[in-house]
């Protein structure tokens, strides 16, 4: 019926036992399978490896075999994590440090891509950046509740109060809410 690949929409980790196909060939696959659906860290990898049940030397055998063929790279996901970060969904730095930390990425890694993907860009210019594309919903509000707005969104992005009061009184004081 369906006429579509008799292995479609199955997990690759958990097809049946096929005696052609190793654990470690299943493991490889089954990481592959994952990585199709987005990047992941070494430690994600490893984590999720780990948690179908594949034993250590297999699962670190399938992560040097993925690194040597660049499917994985924490230094260059934590380039394009800090980056996307950054510039599409603005975070403060100290926030996008604390995620990359908490996906595993090694903090020499962190910190090299900190540097490339935000070298000279100040957590002030971020906050600029989040908050003019949040003031389009942010307009026809009152202007206390609109300030009110502003500065949570800025707080819940991990801006300093400093800086996210900075940047809201710039904004209000250039008449963006009442434009927006």
């Given at each position: 019926?369906?006429?579509?690949?008799?292995?479609?929409?199955?997990?690759?980790?958990?097809?049946?036992?096929?005696?052609?196909?190793?654990?470690?060939?299943?493991?490889?696959?089954?990481?592959?399978?994952?990585?199709s659906?987005?990047?992941?860290?070494?430690?994600?990898?490893?984590?999720?490896?780990?948690?179908?049940?594949?034993?250590?030397?297999?699962?670190?055998?399938?992560?040097?075999?993925?690194?040597?063929e660049?499917?994985l790279?924490?230094?260059?996901?934590?380039?394009?994590?800090?980056?996307?970060?950054?510039?599409?969904?603005?975070?403060?730095?100290?926030?996008?440090?604390?995620?990359?930390?908490?996906?595993?990425?090694?903090?020499?890694?962190?910190?090299?891509?900190?540097?490339?993907?935000?070298?000279?860009?100040?957590?002030?210019?971020?906050?600029?950046?989040?908050?003019?594309?949040?003031?389009?919903?942010?307009?026809?509000?009152?202007?206390?509740?609109?300030?009110?707005?502003?500065?949570?969104?800025?707080?819940?992005?991990?801006?300093?109060?400093?800086?996210?009061?900075?940047?809201?009184?710039?904004?209000?004081?250039?008449?963006?809410?009442?434009?927006?």
């Amino acid at each position: 019926m369906g006429g579509g690949d008799p292995g479609e929409g199955r997990d690759p980790g958990t097809e049946a036992v096929d005696p052609r196909v190793n654990d470690r060939e299943r493991a490889y696959r089954y990481l592959l399978h994952l990585l199709s659906l987005r990047p992941r860290t070494e430690a994600e990898a490893r984590r999720k490896l780990r948690g179908k049940g594949f034993p250590n030397h297999i699962v670190e055998d399938v992560i040097a075999r993925a690194k040597e063929e660049r499917f994985l790279d924490d230094s260059l996901y934590a380039r394009l994590y800090a980056e996307d970060r950054a510039f599409r969904r603005p975070r403060a730095k100290r926030v996008i440090e604390q995620e990359l930390a908490r996906k595993g990425i090694p903090q020499e890694f962190v910190r090299e891509a900190m540097e490339r993907a935000l070298g000279g860009v100040e957590d002030v210019d971020l906050a600029r950046e989040a908050l003019k594309r949040r003031l389009p919903a942010l307009k026809g509000l009152p202007r206390e509740v609109a300030l009110r707005r502003a500065f949570s969104y800025l707080m819940r992005r991990g801006f300093p109060p400093d800086i996210a009061r900075e940047v809201v009184r710039e904004h209000l004081g250039q008449g963006d809410l009442e434009e927006a």
